[in-house]
Each structure stands twice: as structure tokens, then as C-alpha cells.
């Protein structure tokens, strides 16, 4: 049973660094979703200017072969700065985001909202 392809999730931040608090631009963040065996890739972006990310995903994203034993996902971050050096945040586990109102007719569920997690600031050194 597939879930239904037109519930659409986002995970957004802001990246700045540690010692500073100064914005990263460039900074490539990529979403996992945290598995047993395997975990999913469910996008990546760019940060802008002001350190700010948003990756949008469907639920086939995380779904796997048994969607029906999967449940929410684990979202944890891979944040590769523009020098290269790469920060791994910590598990949230079970994505509980807020439901805002999507602007795109593509990506949003039946009710026109899309689930959106702020992962807030994130901290790179």
C-alpha cells in the first residue's frame, strides 16, 4: 500500500558558525531520514545568504519498501560548509512540524498545507 504521493513535507534552519554566530552561506545541508539498515536521502539545498536552508520531500522519500511499518521520519542534518568540513546534527526524532499552507500546487496534501519541521539555528564550527 503506497502512502498517498501528494503529502509533502520540508525541513528548514539556519546554519551559522559556532565560535560567531555569523550566517554560512553556501553551506551544502543535506536530510536524512534516520533507518535501521539504510538511511533515506531526502534532499538537499544550499544556504543563502543569511545561513537560511529549505529542502522539501514526499512521504515516497522516506517510505522504503514496507511504508506501512515505517511512521514519521528521523530527520538528522549533514551540513558540508564551503570549505568542506562536515557537521552531522543530532536525531529529531519522529517529525512533528507545523502545517503552513503551501504555495506550490505540487507539493502540498489534500488539504493544500505542507508539514514543515524548523530545525532553527544550527551550529557548524
Known amino acids: 500500500m503506497m502512502r498517498d504521493q501528494g503529502y509533502w513535507e520540508a525541513v528548514v534552519g539556519k546554519v551559522v558558525r559556532k565560535e560567531n554566530k555569523k550566517p554560512v552561506k553556501g553551506a551544502r545541508v543535506e536530510a536524512f531520514d534516520k533507518d535501521l539498515l539504510k538511511d533515506d536521502n531526502l534532499g ?7 545561513g537560511r536552508f529549505r529542502i522539501e520531500f514526499d512521504q515516497r522519500s522516506y517510505g522504503g519498501a514496507m511504508p506501512l511499518f515505517e511512521g514519521r521520519p528521523d530527520i ?4 558540508t560548509d564551503p570549505e568542506g568540513n562536515t ?3 543530532p536525531v529529531h526524532y519522529e517529525m512533528d512540524g ?17 508539514e514543515v519541521l524548523s530545525m532553527g539555528v544550527v551550529e557548524i564550527d
Do not use: A, F, V
Request: no cysteine; glycine share 6%.
Open 44 to 50: 538537499d539545498d544550499t544556504t543563502d545568504k543569511k
Open 98 to 114: 507545523k502545517m503552513e499552507p503551501s504555495k506550490d500546487p505540487e507539493k502540498k496534501g489534500p488539504d493544500g498545507e505542507i
Open 76 to 79: 538528522y542534518l549533514k551540513i
Open 87 to 89: 557537521t552531522k546534527t
